[in-house]
């Protein structure tokens, strides 16, 4: 078990361009998240899977937003046509079924900078 | 919706002494979690201690420690025998218990901590 990683760790991107992020979460966790975490504060919630199943999503995920997670494995956000308030850390958690739903792990985080 | 509150931006302290950090929230929720969750410097956000609301005894881990007042709505971390190795940026978060949105974490601003050697 080698944790949860995420990649790429940095990406600096201009304005108007699409990126892609990669979420792989410990294996047998069914439970992925997504939090945005920008400089000296806490991580907001952006959206959660289980398994498969997008169940939730913030109101800060706006339509350039999108993010899957096919076969209920590894996970992707996308964000389009990108603003300079998009910089920020991307964090992605994953967790286990049941009270283990309680004990996140998360991964090192995607440092997005948009020019 | 549920907040949580850390005034203190910044704490410091000297190693092998006693720092308490604060936390209060806010919930209609009787039943829910609390976490501490820290943060080194570039390094990934790890749990330090969880509280279920339900249990009236404080959650102890080591050398941390919590006064979890759910009247108060007060959660409050104390590292006794602080090491350089606690330096980093703490989290105060909650969490439902149950629902469809059970396990998402609100997380406080943060407080970050320094050990003077």
């Known amino acids: 078990d080698t944790g949860v990683s995420q990649n790429p760790r940095h990406k600096i991107t201009k304005r108007g361009q699409n990126v892609t992020f990669r979420c792989d979460p410990i294996s047998e966790h069914n439970r992925l998240y997504w939090y945005r975490q920008t400089l000296g504060q806490g991580p907001e919630f952006l959206t959660y899977?289980?398994?498969?199943?997008?169940?939730?999503k913030s109101r800060l995920l706006s339509d350039r937003f999108s993010a899957e997670r096919p076969k209920g494995s590894f996970s992707t956000l996308e964000i389009q046509r990108t603003e300079q308030g998009d910089s920020a850390m991307y964090l992605c958690a994953s967790s286990f079924r049941g009270t283990g739903a309680y004990e996140q792990y998360f991964g090192p985080g995607t440092r997005l900078t948009v020019t | 919706a549920q907040t949580v509150t850390q005034s203190q931006p910044e704490m410091s302290v000297q190693e092998a002494e006693t720092v308490t950090l604060s936390c209060t929230y806010d919930?209609?929720?009787?039943?829910?979690?609390l976490f501490w969750y820290k943060q080194p410097p570039s390094r990934q956000m790890i749990l330090v201690i969880r509280q279920e609301a339900y249990k009236q005894q404080n959650a102890t881990e080591n050398r941390f420690s919590v006064n979890f007042q759910k009247a108060a709505k007060s959660f409050s971390l104390k590292i006794s025998d602080s090491q350089l190795g606690d330096a980093a940026m703490y989290f105060c978060a909650y969490s439902r218990a149950g629902g469809t949105s059970y396990g998402k974490l609100t997380f406080g601003q943060g407080t970050i901590l320094t050990v003077h050697p």
């Open positions: 919930t209609s929720e009787s039943d829910y979690y």
């Open positions: 899977f289980q398994n498969e199943a997008q169940l939730e």
